[in-house]
């Protein structure tokens, strides 16, 4: 509306002013730079915080995805693909550098692996006749269960101070084709859908007692450990959700014709970074597989946007640091294929960081 506001006041001030003799090209060259920086300032109304990424991991002919940074802002665990092959790697944060190989064998390792303090992961395991829960230290050594035996594919545990745990729980649905269990432990962008599956945010006591919570997947727990935000459908449609860690006081966050997903705390718990593709548009083109980071209060309200790029940005992490990491398949640039000294093999997943709006850091 401003816009039209503008150039019905440009039309009228042609009406009332009489023409230069010699000045028509320079009036409508005055016109065309007005109307030009209207538009830019209707197109940056909603981009105060979009951010600038950096490229922090490249590797020749390898995939980084699902970072998740250490609590003491020094490691980053990635899972990366090379030839076919997915492992989780520990990776420098400062650089991106790879420091060591954590798990290169396991069938659901690749989408539980979490940090569990700032030098053991765990993750869940089929190495033994029955799913279980595993601790290790990220640098190597003994590996020990923590809990004797999970029935059934469950995703994301988050171990709670009491010893149980939140996990997400796929349930089959009988009546279409299920995902192979080889297939789960993939990483692919779309991790709050498994074809053949519904899923459910379930509490699991340390004796076993499991109790559902909510529909939903992709979790995330609190920095106090008291409230779960996650990702519910409603329909064609995915919004964050709110709740206690025993499933009280439900409350949603976000809403509207959108898909918002992959929620992350930031360490002091006042905002959540998430997935989204509800800014679809991108230089005039409009797209649902158009996915960029959004960022949102606790409280539901100071909604921002953080990226804006046609590629696919996804499952945000926030470090103490004031940074931001994410994985994305934007290209990679001559410059910066220069600053990690690969020639080729760029193309895929890696992660980008970039900085927490002043707002929020």
Avoid: C
């Avoid at 979009?50 to 390898?62: H, K, V």
């Avoid at 395991?125 to 595993?134: E, I």
């Amino acid at each position: 509306m401003s816009l039209i506001r503008s150039l019905a006041a440009l039309l009228l001030l042609l009406l009332v002013v009489p023409p230069l003799v010699h000045a028509d090209d320079d009036l409508w060259d005055w016109l065309d730079d007005a109307g030009k920086s209207i538009s830019g300032e209707e197109k940056n109304k909603h981009s105060d915080h979009e951010q600038e990424a950096s490229l922090l991991t490249l590797e020749p002919g390898e995939s980084e995805m699902y970072a998740k940074v250490s609590p003491d802002s020094k490691y980053l665990l990635t899972v990366s693909g090379k030839h076919g092959k997915q492992l989780v790697s520990l990776r420098s944060l400062e650089n991106g550098d790879p420091v060591g190989v954590v798990s290169d064998y396991d069938q659901q390792l690749l989408d539980s692996m979490a940090w569990h303090g700032k030098d053991q992961v765990t993750f869940l395991s089929y190495r033994t006749d029955n799913l279980g829960l595993w601790q290790k230290p990220v640098t190597g050594g003994m590996i020990r269960r923590l809990y004797r035996r999970l029935d059934g594919e469950l995703k994301t545990p988050l171990i709670l101070d009491d010893g149980s745990i939140i996990a997400v729980r796929l349930n089959r649905e009988s009546s279409l084709q299920t995902t192979k269990r080889h297939e789960l432990t993939q990483a692919l962008f779309n991790n709050w859908q498994t074809r053949g599956y519904d899923s459910s945010i379930v509490l699991i006591s340390e004796q076993g007692a499991e109790r559902a919570l909510a529909p939903g997947a992709n979790p995330s727990l609190s920095p106090d450990g008291t409230r779960l935000v996650f990702s519910m459908q409603d329909n064609h449609q995915w919004h964050l959700f709110m709740m206690n860690s025993d499933g009280s006081d439900l409350v949603q966050l976000t809403e509207g014709k959108h898909i918002d997903v992959q929620p992350t705390w930031s360490p002091d718990g006042r905002w959540i970074a998430f997935t989204s593709n509800r800014g679809s548009t991108v230089e005039g083109h409009i797209s649902k597989e158009n996915w960029d980071i959004w960022m949102i209060g606790r409280d539901g309200r100071d909604l921002m946007r953080l990226t804006v790029d046609k590629a696919r940005d996804g499952a945000p992490t926030i470090a103490n640091n004031g940074r931001i990491y994410f994985h994305s398949d934007r290209k990679v640039d001559r410059e910066e294929s220069k600053v990690h000294q690969v020639r080729s093999g760029t193309a895929g997943f890696h992660i980008w960081v970039i900085e927490l709006p002043a707002k929020v850091s």
